[in-house]
Each structure stands twice: as structure tokens, then as C-alpha cells.
């Protein structure tokens, strides 16, 4: 299988992350903070402005880039999803990653490094733009299935593929077709993907 795998909120931990740098600015800003953890979009997470989510990401997220711890398990997983010989291919959407500029080369180098650091194998990466659909590169590199949180890329791909939803409170109750499987970690990433391979074989071997 040809495995899609996106970065934040899959491979990274950026959840506690965020929430414990956005606390700390808001305190030396003076702001008070609404959190809402079933919001996926920062301004309504935090209940602050766009003004201040802009500054916030001007200052943190070249800290963000490098310092992230990875999901517990990730790489570990990761790898033996590669020694079961699938194909790992990474597909992110992450802030200016795919800019054709000092930004974008400077964030692509970033995400090797950690890509690198943490051990998470992988043949191939590919960037979207930030706000963009993951479907058509998704479905250019003939990938059979999506590991993602954005309940919009899971959305779209488990129209014609499967996909697996890393769950959090932002993601849970959202509306997925049966394509789309629900993950509380890697252990069951792996589970899912073993389990998908077995009935898809089963199903060629029966025709």
C-alpha cells in the first residue's frame, strides 16, 4: 500500500504544544483566552484575533518547526509500516512549506531536519498550500490511503479512498463515511492499516 501522512496533529504532538505557548503570550499580552477545544482554527480555539493569531505564529513558528515533540510512537510505527513493505509518502499542508521562496525553502529544510531527528522514515514528500486540498496530490502519487486530523482532507479523500482520522476534540464528531477509520494513537493506526490490507486481500483472493 502507498500510505499518506500528514504532519501536524499526526506525526507531531502539537496540541499540548500550542496550548502551552499561546498561554504563556497571552499572559505578556495581556489577553484573556476562551478556549474552546473543539475548534480546529486557532482565533476560535482561543477566543482571541487574527491580529494576535498572526503574531503569535510570527514569533513561535520557527520554534514550533524545530522543537515539536512527535506523537508517541509515531516513528516507530512509521518504520514498521515501511518494513511490511508499504510506501511511506508524507503530505503536508504546513504554514508556507510550499512557497517558492527564502520562507518555503527555509520550513522545508526545517521539516527534514525533524522529519530526521525524530527517525521517521519516509520516499517521498509533498507540500499544499496551507488552506489547500491534499486530493489532487493525494490521487496524482496513487496513494491508497490518508492518515490525517483535518476533518476536510479526511472528508475528501474517503470519497473515492480510505482514510484514518488521528482523533481529537476538534475532529471526533464530525460527519465521515465508513472510509474513514478513527484512531486514538499509532498502536491503532497500524492495527487499521494490517486490518485493511488483510480484508482487501481477502477480497481479490475470493473473485
Not at 29 to 56: I, P, R, T
Not at 109 to 138: H, R
Request: hydrophobic fraction near 35%.
Amino acid at each position: 500500500m502507498k500510505i499518506a501522512i500528514d504532519i501536524d496533529g499526526t506525526l507531531n504532538d502539537n496540541i499540548p504544544y500550542i496550548n502551552k505557548k499561546v498561554k504563556i503570550f497571552a499572559k505578556r499580552e495581556g489577553l484573556k483566552l476562551v478556549y474552546n477545544s473543539k475548534a480546529y482554527d486557532f482565533c476560535e480555539k482561543f477566543g482571541y484575533s487574527q491580529e494576535n493569531d498572526n503574531k503569535f505564529w510570527q514569533e513561535e513558528i520557527w520554534n514550533y518547526a524545530s522543537e515539536i515533540d512527535e506523537k508517541k510512537g509515531a516513528s516507530k510505527i512509521v518504520k514498521k509500516l515501511k518494513e511490511d513493505g508499504n510506501e511511506i509518502i508524507i503530505l503536508t499542508a504546513r504554514y508556507m512549506a510550499n512557497r517558492d521562496n527564502a520562507d518555503g525553502q527555509r520550513m522545508r529544510k526545517a521539516i527534514g531536519k525533524w522529519l530526521k531527528d525524530k527517525n521517521i522514515v519516509y520516499d517521498e514528500i509533498f507540500y499544499v498550500g496551507e488552506n489547500n486540498s491534499k486530493l489532487q496530490t493525494f490521487l496524482k502519487q496513487k496513494c491508497d490511503i490518508l492518515i490525517d486530523d483535518k476533518v476536510q482532507h479526511l472528508q475528501e479523500i474517503s470519497q473515492t479512498n480510505f482514510a484514518i482520522c488521528m482523533l481529537e476534540d476538534y475532529n471526533k464528531d464530525a460527519d465521515y463515511n465508513s472510509n474513514v477509520f478513527k484512531c486514538k494513537n499509532w498502536k491503532q493506526v497500524y492495527k487499521v492499516i494490517k486490518k485493511i490490507k488483510k480484508e482487501n486481500y481477502e477480497s481479490i483472493s475470493n473473485c
